[in-house]
């Protein structure tokens, strides 16, 4: 079939940085650039911001702590006091509430004066001679082009690098075999059900139903006998769940969809039917013979699949497992990471975690962030330049949010200058992220 698309489009939108997506990679980097006085815009395909924090439902922001502290101090930090604010929830920040996240990252982007077009989705990039021209974009209203002088990848998977036809791995250390997918979703406990946790834990009736070890114990033996009976086809070996923002709200990562993949189209639409099909056998389930679950009902559910891993853009430094094990660390160290490398399996049940020692961290040098092939580009998501085991520790939401501060920072830099992001100074870009306030002193 043949299809004619027009030649000429209108130029919609002009910016000093681009920055596409706007999950927690693009959050950083459109805030720390606009900070340095760049005019950007911020496309994303959905109305509104948070990327996986609100469209997929993930929860909580896990740890990438020293000491009690955050190893990521700067925007994410603003960003879950912002989220606290609209969540109420105070005690432990890093219990995210999707509502509260996308209002949060709209305040801190809007403060910093970044432009927003939602409801913009790359369909193609423009290059010419090693340098992107232009993003053309689909919207309700048809085809359109924006164009800037340095662009930020921060779609997680790496689209517009692709696009633009920088080199990328996909894969593991064996196969080419991503980490699964994987369905997010909240169960809402019924008060009368809340009784039973009382019983349970008279000294606490408010007590988080997963750290009663009995019921933790229940669902996690409902689940399995379900599997062997055939009522819940999910490769995951357990129930994976967590304290929603509230005791009576309870959220699930528990689906797991393997063998697909989400850079296809048609890949990724049976991803989502297989996702809700595993979150329905997973509701019945626990409904039916957990106690506690008996008039539960679904609170919310993801937007779209989570999406662990996919493409990872050549860069002009590369990570791998080896510098994890010897906790890394480079004079141009832009993020710190002591987050395990956390491996769900690309293939079936069982889950890798792999610890630093105690009190370590590795370090991810500036070239991960500079894609080759591409003059005028950088990678601010978790699509970086590092093996599958470093990806699966980095990719973590707070170190994310630091990956797009670097490169918003980067890009402003690369502007002052007339310079490249290549040609960047690394060293020098981590004493101006201290200078902003980052921990990496
Ligand atoms: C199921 C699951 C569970 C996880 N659990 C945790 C957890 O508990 N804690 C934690 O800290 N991390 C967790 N993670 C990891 C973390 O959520 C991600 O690695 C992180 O969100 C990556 O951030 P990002 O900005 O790179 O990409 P994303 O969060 O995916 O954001 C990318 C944004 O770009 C937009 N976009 C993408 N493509 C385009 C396009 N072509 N055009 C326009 N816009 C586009 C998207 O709509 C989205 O808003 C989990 C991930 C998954 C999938």
Redesign the pocket.
Known sequence: MKVTLPKELELKHRAEVIV????????GAAVAAAREGKDVLL????GY?????S??E?????PNHLDGESLDKGIYTEWTDGISYYSGVTGNKRVIDPPSASLAAEDICLEAGVKLLFH???VSVETEGGKITGLV?HSKDGLSVVQADIYID????G??AAMAGCPFEMGGESSDAVQP??M?FKLRVDAEDLAYIAELCPENPAIRFAKTAEIFEQIQNAYLVAKADGRIECPRQNILM?PGTDYKTIHF?SSRVISKSAIDGDELSEAEIEGRRQVRQIFECLRRDVPIFKHSRIHSIAT?I???ESRRISGHNYMVRQDFIDAAKYDDGIIRVNYPIDIHSPTGGGTEITELPDGEWYEVPYGCLVPKGIDNLLI????ISVDHAVHSSM????P?VSV?QAAGVAAAVALDKNITPAEVDGIELKKLLIKRGRNLV
Do not use: W
Not at 154 to 157: A, E, L, P, R, V
Not at 395 to 398: G, K, L, S, Y
């Open positions: 596409l997506g706007g999950g927690p990679g693009g959050i496309v994303e395909h959905y911001l948070g990327g996986m924090a469209m997929g993930v929860n909580p922001f896990m913009h989705r790359l974009l921060s779609t997680g998977d689209d517009l997918m994987t997010c967590f990562n779209q989570g999406v662990r601010g998501c978790r699509a990719r973590v939401m707070p994310v797009g």
